[in-house]
């Protein structure tokens, strides 16, 4: 009888390894910076250890300063609990904010599954959702006009008010298409070959005498995020040495001295 | 004043501090935590050369500061903006006895900013009057991630911060220089947004607002409000030390800034003792966006005149030699500078 019944701890101990739990964490991103915690170098420390019921996984995750918003920091950590529990073989998962001016605070929230509201009290309006939506447009915006100057750089008769006619099936494939693909598709724009590139957040375009500014107005977006990533990400080495090696590149916005050197800036480069 | 290649800069450094962030000052974890993150500021932008010692940072004292600035630096006028970070350190981050007492002992070189809470509500309001009848000075600093007992911030279209700049109009307070930090309240939303500044600046059209790192790390919120507010201004602290670390960054910078809000409305700091003067006004003089970011201009020895200088120095009426001066430029007071250059065709 007892024989039909497998133990569910023998049954699940080692279906869950550390790669899992990594992999699970890539989904996770930094919605400003709009790159996973894990190739930014926020975590910290991953355990796995066989339980009851399955495995318990203790992660910790680092900032690059105690005054990061607490906003993005409770966001990563409760994501990051989320797609850890999600995975069959866990049991049991703590997650902990390390070095934060609130890490007791989100700290507790995410221990007692308190949710956003129930971690910060009468500091929590509603949800934290409008603010994945500003970063999801926000990235979309920078997605976009990182397309459409390659675009122009690559083409020098391509008068700008026409950018606001360039298709998808325009764009050559690459690595900047496919994350713009990514991008429409998190906001629900169309994501057929006809579909126009230059577009607002609702997939409206723009009458070819606001083409400019729209553009120009995407740059500084683009700018700003890439210009926002390589800071943090040097931050986080400032503040946690050895923590560069937890860190994979970023091309977007890459400078000759970062130390992570070897990367395609040919897409930036004019060559006359 | 610096001078290189035959032409002379008058420069103003429109953002410093005299701090106190030495343990015995600290009343809290997040005091040390402050400074801490002020410090991994200064090692990762800093030259090597420029690097300080942790204990060098905690407190720097009037005698350093004037060495630093006037001797070592170049800077003809400089302007304290105290952040008081009271929740954070005993006696305030700010040493605003000191920094006041020096601006007085040394007026032509010194100007003293003060700043308030619009939370302290009606009694804060008698002491910013009295303060002011004691001080005399013509700008505030305002850091809207101030805490103030349960509440982490502030935002300048709340109703008291406009009780608040209705005061600063009547006493003459002309300059509202704001620091964005992670303003908490509300979570819901991005902490760092400066749409707020947009309603103040548009309701009180006679005080200039100056916007502290240039909105970082919102570059691009900021450059849209500033475009179409002509009271608003970009104050480069924190900005500048990029030269250094990230110059194609700052060059993009620099490059929107001039786009978005022109040559006339941008001020220099050194955010001192974050970073020291010298070293940034030798760079910037010789620094240039790079000859293939065709979407920019080449930076003009006349904007970076007015960008080091200048253009405090009108804000504050502090006397600029005739031969230093430079007329305003010829251009649009709303809406982006150079439109013409918005695009990168003929880039080949």
Known sequence: ?272 | MYSKDGENYFIVDAHIALWDARPENQRNIPGKQFIDCFYDYHRNLSPDAEQWSYEEFLYQGGERLMKDLFEDGYVDHAIFQPAYLGAFYKNGFAQVEEAYGLAAANPDKLTYNHCYDPRDGEAGLDRLRADHEKMGFKGVKLYTAEWHGESRGYKLSDPWSYRYFEECRKLGIKNIHIHKGPTVRPLDRDAFDVADVDHAASDFTDLNFVVEHVGLPRLEDFCWIATQEPNVHGGLAVAMPFMHTRPRYFAQIIGELIYWIGEDRIQFSSDYAIWTPRWLIERFVDFQIPADMTEYAPLTTAQKKKILGLNAAKMYDIPVPAELQLPDADETKTGPRQPERADLAGVQ
């Open chain 1, 1 to 272: 009888m007892t024989a039909l019944h497998l133990d569910p701890a023998a049954e699940t101990r080692w279906d869950v390894t550390e790669e899992d739990i990594r992999s699970a964490l890539d989904s996770v991103f930094d919605p400003e910076l709009d790159e996973p915690i894990t190739d930014l170098g926020f975590v910290r420390s991953l355990e796995v250890q066989a339980g009851v019921g399955g495995a318990r996984v203790e992660v910790h995750l680092r900032l690059p300063t105690s005054f990061c918003s607490p906003n993005f920091a409770y966001l990563m950590a409760s994501d990051s609990k989320d797609v850890i529990s999600a995975l069959p073989a866990v049991a049991q998962v703590v997650v902990e904010l390390d070095d934060h001016h609130d890490s007791d605070v989100i700290n507790a929230g995410l221990a007692a599954d308190a949710g956003y509201r129930g971690t910060f009290l009468h500091e929590a309006e509603d949800s934290l959702d409008e603010l994945r939506w500003t970063f999801r447009r926000k990235a979309h915006t920078a997605a976009m006009e990182r397309c459409l100057t390659d675009l122009l750089r690559a083409n020098a008769s391509l008068v700008e008010t026409e950018v606001g006619t360039i298709r998808l099936w325009n764009l050559p494939a690459g690595r900047n298409k496919e994350a713009l693909l990514r991008r429409r598709a998190a906001l629900g724009l169309p994501e057929a070959a006809d579909a126009t590139v230059l577009v607002n957040h609702e997939g409206h375009p723009y009458p070819p005498d606001a083409v400019p500014l729209a553009l120009r107005r995407a740059r500084s977006t683009r700018i700003s995020i890439d210009g926002n990533a390589h800071f943090c990400r040097g931050l986080l080495r400032t503040r946690y040495e050895g923590s560069g090696t937890d860190q994979s590149p970023r091309p977007d916005g890459a400078e000759a001295a970062d130390h992570h050197e070897l990367l395609p800036l040919i897409v930036k480069e004019i060559h006359p």
